[in-house]
């Protein structure tokens, strides 16, 4: 089995319980000794086996890591355990999980060592929202629902707002149009790509 582990949170002793996301599920095991094992990191993609215990949680046994370059560039480490800290809150409800999360996450990882990351996570974002049918296009401010200028700001989760509505900072209608229709970044500077990175980290 593999997974990516997206939380920490220790047990007794030194043990911990991991929690992986999976192809197709989010699930939390428990890991005698865990914090001794360096492997066990949050954003790791691991390798494992479960060991099925029905009085408590199952056990995460032969654990083996499949790195990443990156992970030793600890800029790029820091972003990316960053953005994965998102998705335990995000998932946590659902009882089993489309692959598309797990392969979202194995596809941004891929291509993290040789492209921003930031953007990275701005791009992975819109393909999640665009996913669960929660993309907004900016033309309606989600406040007072009237039509938006040529200046948007933007809310959580990517949601289209008049600056004034939201007291919160502008970006070109024009060019968030282009991120909406496609997908991309390319049409963005640095510092609007770091606005919508700031966004992103508030919550999926």
Excluded at 132 to 150: D, F
Aim: aromatic share 12%; proline share 5%.
């Amino acid at each position: 089995m593999k997974g990516f582990i997206v939380s920490l949170r220790p047990a007794k002793n030194e043990d911990l319980i991991v929690t992986l996301l999976e192809e197709q599920a989010l699930r939390s095991y428990y890991r005698f000794y865990g914090a001794r094992h360096s492997i066990l990191q949050l954003g790791y993609l691991i390798d494992y086996e479960s060991e099925e215990e029905s009085r408590f949680m199952p056990r995460l046994r032969r654990v083996s890591h499949l790195g990443f370059s990156w992970l030793y560039r600890r800029n790029r480490l820091m972003l990316w355990q960053q953005f994965i800290g998102l998705f335990e809150p995000h998932l946590r409800d659902a009882q089993t999980l489309d692959p598309f999360y797990f392969n979202l996450l194995l596809d941004a990882a891929r291509r993290w060592e040789k492209q921003n990351p930031k953007r990275i996570i701005c791009e992975a974002a819109h393909r999640l929202l665009d996913f669960e049918g929660r993309l907004h296009p900016p033309q309606s401010c989600y406040i007072c629902e009237k039509p938006l200028g040529e200046e948007v700001a933007l809310m959580t989760a990517l949601l289209p707002a008049h600056p004034q509505c939201i007291y919160g900072p502008a970006l070109s209608r024009k060019k968030l149009e282009s991120y909406f229709e496609t997908g991309k970044t390319a049409w963005l500077e640095e510092s609007e790509v770091d606005y919508l990175y700031r966004l992103v980290l508030k919550g999926l």
